[in-house]
């Protein structure tokens, strides 16, 4: 064991608070464990259940796809991939 900045503390005490400071909150006395909490504002709410209805949407624009590939009707329209590449790179 080594010991930092010891500020003429006696090794002992040293020794105690390195092993205070190893325990976790709720292990201290007087600590509380879980007490975290989150609050999102009205905006941030907007934002998550507009990705959560993109992500239905998605699902369905990824299922029509796999069905697609599994009967090999998919088809790509290669001068939209090849615009929506450009338009990519140039941005």
């Given at each position: 064991m080594k010991i930092y900045n010891n500020k003429g503390l006696p090794p002992e005490q040293i020794y105690r608070r390195q092993q205070e400071d190893?325990?976790?909150?709720?292990e201290r006395?007087?600590?509380?464990?879980?007490?975290?909490?989150?609050s999102i504002s009205g905006q941030a709410a907007?934002?998550?259940?507009a990705a959560k209805a993109s992500d239905e949407v998605r699902a369905e624009k990824v299922e029509q796809i796999q069905k697609a590939l599994a009967e090999g009707t998919y088809a790509v329209?290669?001068?939209k991939l090849a615009d929506a590449m450009l338009r990519k790179h140039d941005n």
């Open positions: 190893k325990r976790t909150d709720a006395p007087g600590g509380q464990a879980g007490t975290d909490s989150l907007k934002m998550r259940d329209d290669s001068k």
